[in-house]
């Protein structure tokens, strides 16, 4: 028997990928001129990443000035707002054009793995990632569970500090 790790990100990014492909599919061919974003919303992925001391979330965001994200970190949650949008001016829309870039008002909630001590959280937004750098809380950082065995029919009790 071979045992994987599991690993909940990548199947969160391959259910995204197939309601993508499931939203494509119901919109449907365009018509000439007709820009199919205009009827499909731009969700930026994301990436998560604990270590002892901190966690680390990036997000792509290409195309959109950092002055247009609102960022609201709370010490068990992230949310990002910003707005993609289109720069194609209406005079411009003349003729066949097709694109597949979508654009649009966006929000992200982003539950994180641990409590974070939000009012030192570092960004960096450059080539069109947002990083942000959330050190742990001090509780966080020296948790130590302890888990007592009384008996071989009782099972294991999880006791907190």
Request: with cysteine; glycine share 6%.
């Amino acid at each position: 028997m071979v045992l994987s790790r599991w690993e909940p990100f990548r199947e969160i990014e391959t259910i995204q990928r197939q309601m993508n492909r499931l939203l494509d599919q119901i919109a449907g061919p365009t018509e000439p001129g007709e820009i199919i974003s205009d009827r499909l919303t731009f969700v930026p992925p994301a990436e998560i990443e604990e270590t002892s001391d901190d966690v680390k979330l990036w997000m792509e965001i290409p195309g959109i000035d950092p002055k247009n994200l609102d960022i609201k970190v709370a010490t068990d949650t992230v949310s990002v707002t910003g707005e993609r949008k289109s720069e194609v001016r209406e005079e411009e829309r003349r003729g066949m054009r097709r694109s597949e870039f979508r654009y649009g008002r966006f929000q992200r909630v982003i539950p994180l793995p641990s409590r974070i001590q939000n009012d030192k959280v570092q960004a960096d937004f450059s080539n069109g990632v947002l990083c942000l750098t959330m050190p742990k809380a001090e509780e966080e950082k020296t948790r130590v569970v302890t888990i007592n065995l009384s008996g071989q029919e009782q099972k294991g009790q999880i006791s907190g500090g």
